[in-house]
């Protein structure tokens, strides 16, 4: 799942959070053991249970453009921007007005949040570079991708590169 740094910070990413000047936007986030994200409804390729791995997208700061955590994917809710943000809002890093953004400024417009859980930061972020090794025609994602379990957990294992010396 792609995510922008700004919202990574908050919500799981300390690395980048201390390359600012300000930190996190919300640092009581980070202590949460679920949080929420939102998105646009389309495309639905999210469904829980499932795990997520975090793109940070391009940004100003050291180590963005690359894959930095995992979480687990507790559940998917579709609905009025309105009603799941009264919902989540003491989970998101999102104000009301970012929500109302994401829907196009329309309150009729669906829109996706995420609950998720147990985020771990990689020990080594995985830079886009390095994530397509053996693909074809990749591209850093702008939406969120479903991939196969044995990628999933080759690029996991890239995140943590000390825990597999024996």
Known sequence: VPIRPEWAMSLFDSGIASQDLFGAIKPSLMFNTENIYYRSARPKVLSAPARI????????????????????????????????????????????????????????QEIMAFRFSNTELFDKPVPIESSKEGEKNFYPPQSPASIPNKRFFHLYRMGYPDSLKG
């Not at 997208?57 to 955590?69: D, E, L, Q, T």
Request: glycine share 10%; proline share 4%.
């Open 53 to 108: 791995l975090w793109y940070v997208k391009k940004g100003n700061y050291h180590g963005v453009m690359s894959i930095r955590a995992c979480s687990y994917l507790d559940e998917v809710v579709i609905g009025k921007p309105k009603t799941l943000y009264s919902r989540f809002q003491s989970l998101g890093v999102y104000e009301w007005k970012d929500v109302f953004e994401l829907a196009g400024g329309n309150p009729d």
